[in-house]
């Protein structure tokens, strides 16, 4: 019984991805103004877990509504946004219908100059298929020692 639990658990977590070069409206990754690897108002982190729920899945970090980066389990991103005043957020294509979801994260002059995210998958809101959870930079800093860097413009493709 465990064995066909744990085959239907892998099967429905092991999907994966459109690809990149198929097209999707405003979920390209290409060159965004305003984000930049070095300079910048606000420093963003987004590192996404080590569970195995959607692990074929990219998680695309995007910025006013176009993707910057692919990233899967165990990967992170950091960048730097030249502005406050839009959103910046998660897309991904699935869960509980086969979409395109975005989680926003509004940038206000509240936000403060570093802000961290610890990303996972939603497996409680149906309209959503991506948690984005607040973290401080210390817990950043700790599941980024164990994870593999994405640069603006990548696609992980481990």
């Not at 290409?30 to 877990?49: C, D, F, L, Q, W």
């Not at 002059?109 to 984005?132: K, R």
């Not at 817990?139 to 593999?148: D, H, Y």
Request: glycine share 10%; hydrophobic share 40%; aromatic share 10%.
């Amino acid at each position: 019984m465990k064995i066909i639990l744990l085959l239907a658990m892998l099967i429905m977590s092991g999907c994966s991805s459109l690809p990149v070069s198929k097209s999707v409206p405003k979920l390209k990754v290409e060159y965004v103004e305003g984000v930049s690897e070095t300079t910048g108002e606000i420093k963003v982190g987004i590192v996404r877990n080590n569970t195995f729920l959607s692990a074929g899945i990219h998680y695309w970090p995007v910025y006013g509504r176009q993707a910057i980066a692919g990233i899967l389990i165990g990967d992170y991103i950091e960048f730097y946004l030249s502005k406050k005043g839009r959103s910046f957020g998660v897309a991904c294509h699935g869960g509980w219908s086969s979409s395109w979801k975005i989680r926003n994260y509004e940038i206000n002059n509240e936000t403060p100059n570093e802000i961290y995210f610890l990303i996972s998958p939603s497996v409680t809101e149906g309209d959503q298929c991506v948690d984005m959870e607040k973290i401080d930079k210390e817990e950043f800093l700790g599941w980024k020692a164990s994870s593999k860097r994405v640069n603006v413009g990548e696609v992980s493709m481990r």
